[in-house]
């Protein structure tokens, strides 16, 4: 029997991103579920024996190979042949340092104190601006769609949940709205999100017992 790969995932957050890109290849894989909160998979073992960091997404090929860090496991999947290299690069390193982590991870880190989540905020301007400028004449962020899109779209997913407004920069707006009307971006989310919702249910109740207030998305990968 032949094998297939394994994403292991959480719903909605930055491996949503590897599930588009599985999508969009036409690559058959299981996906297995990753408790962000617990580090528990479905059969109730330690994902840390996976992926020692306990985030994700972590790809296990069909060859035995685990890949992770979610712009390895994009080119890995799309193979971006048509794109320059260097700016596949330079784009995924951006949304990953600058917008992903500098910004959004910060914000739904509940161990994060106030002072770093406000300047976390501080540094969302420069960036989204940043980005608003380079999509305002152009469809995706290179001369086609490419894994940067389809990780930039995953993070901008997260706006809603912090204080920043993406109606604020037009561009990304309109961008976002087109990557998720893309079949393999409205299939992936038509799936995680039922997911993200029971999530955060179990989440509220959770909080209630323990009294305390809980982020919408506690951990984005």
């Known amino acids: 029997m032949e094998n297939t790969p394994k994403l292991y995932f959480a719903p909605l957050a930055c491996s949503l991103a590897s599930r588009i890109a599985l999508r969009h290849a036409g690559i058959d894989a299981t996906y297995v ?27 296990l090929t069909d060859d035995g190979r685990l890949i992770t860090e979610n712009a390895a496991i994009l080119q890995h999947v799309l193979k971006d042949d048509e794109h320059d290299p260097t700016e596949l690069i330079r784009w995924l390193s951006f949304i990953a340092t600058e917008l992903h982590k500098g910004v959004f991870a910060p914000l739904f880190d509940p161990q994060a104190p106030e002072e770093v989540k406000r300047y976390a905020l501080q540094k969302a301007p420069s960036r989204l601006a940043f980005a608003e400028r380079h999509l305002e004449s152009r469809d995706y962020v290179l001369d086609a769609l490419s894994a940067a899109d389809m990780y930039l779209y995953t993070v901008l997913n997260w706006v809603p949940a912090t204080p920043i407004k993406l109606d604020d920069y037009p561009a990304l707006s309109a961008y976002h709205k087109r990557m998720a009307k893309l079949p393999a971006v409205a299939e992936a989310f038509a799936i995680e999100f039922p997911l993200y919702q029971a999530d955060q249910r179990a989440d509220q109740q959770a909080n209630q017992r323990k009294s305390k207030g809980s982020p919408v998305r506690p951990d984005v990968g």
């Open 33 to 59: 579920q990753v408790g962000l909160r617990s580090k528990r998979l479905p059969d109730g073992s330690d994902y840390h024996a996976v992926n020692p960091l306990g985030s994700v997404p972590a790809l």
